[in-house]
């Protein structure tokens, strides 16, 4: 990945401080801090790219009209991604790239389905 130092994976523990009690308590986290970028970024879009690769049909679908739906997520995720990491992916007339995998994506009309391209970019899945 051309010398860049990713941050090692976090741990998430959304779970409100205090005495043990019968409810989720999940804590509510800014929009962009739902996309994390670490360590493990590279070896798990390379395995996300072989499974929608080989065997798209077991790890991807979509449901007949939600087309703008899914396009609509790739532009969040591109938004996300360039606020908050500017120094790993940059937009430019209107084609997303990204650094630590030398990819780039044209956001308005994408090689491959929307929500596959949002996939190809974040280590959560959608």
Do not use: K
């Not at 090692?8 to 929009?31: D, I």
């Not at 991807?60 to 790993?88: K, M, N, Q, T």
């Not at 780039?104 to 389905?113: F, H, I, K, V």
Request: glycine fraction near 6%.
């Amino acid at each position: 990945m051309n010398g860049i130092t990713l941050p090692p994976p976090a741990r998430h523990l959304p779970f409100q401080a205090g005495p043990y009690r019968m409810a989720m308590g999940l804590l509510a986290r800014p929009l962009h801090e739902m996309i994390a970028i670490d360590a493990d970024y590279p070896a798990q879009m390379a395995l996300r790219r072989t499974l929608l690769d080989e065997r798209s049909p077991d790890v991807f679908a979509a449901i007949p009209g939600s087309e703008a739906a899914r396009a609509a997520a790739l532009a969040h995720v591109a938004d996300v991604l360039c606020g908050a990491y500017p120094h790993w992916f940059a937009r430019d007339a209107g084609v997303l790239h990204n650094r630590l995998t030398g990819e780039a994506w044209r956001l308005a009309a994408p090689e491959r389905d929307p929500l596959e391209v949002a996939a190809l970019l974040v280590q959560e899945d959608l």
